[in-house]
């Protein structure tokens, strides 16, 4: 008989902890959230990511009285070169009328759009010595 009152005791302690326990209407249910431990690891310390820095634009070609340059671009393109006279002249692009003068010894630059297709002649003009045939192909 004992161990029947200490059976229904147990059942009735239960079921007070039951009801004492579980959540009201009023009370939102919690979720238990299963979690990972996570693992902490050690590295060497990694070195800033820098942007890589441009690469420098090619010079455009020389061109001097010493010898005629080919000059080869596609219709649209820009025409980029230099050009260094030794005497004070200047520098003609024959078909597109594009000058610059040329002081003795000084290096000018000259850039213009391709907009004429064919051959054209470029030379110090006043010596009138070709430096270069500039073609422009479709």
Known sequence: MQRA?????????LAAAFVALRPSDDEPEKTAVATTPTRST????TPPVSNPKPKPKPKPPLLTSAKVTEL??????????RARSAT???????GYDQSKAARAGKTIEMSFTATLE?????????????????????
């Open 5 to 13: 009152a200490l059976l229904i005791g147990a059942v009735v302690v």
């Open 42 to 45: 050690t590295t060497a310390a």
């Open 72 to 81: 080869e671009v596609e219709q649209g393109d820009t025409v980029r070169f």
């Open 88 to 94: 004070d002249d200047e520098v003609h692009v024959h």
């Open 118 to 138: 064919g051959i054209f002649e470029i030379e110090f003009e006043n010596a009138g010595v070709e430096i270069a045939t500039l073609t422009v192909t479709p």
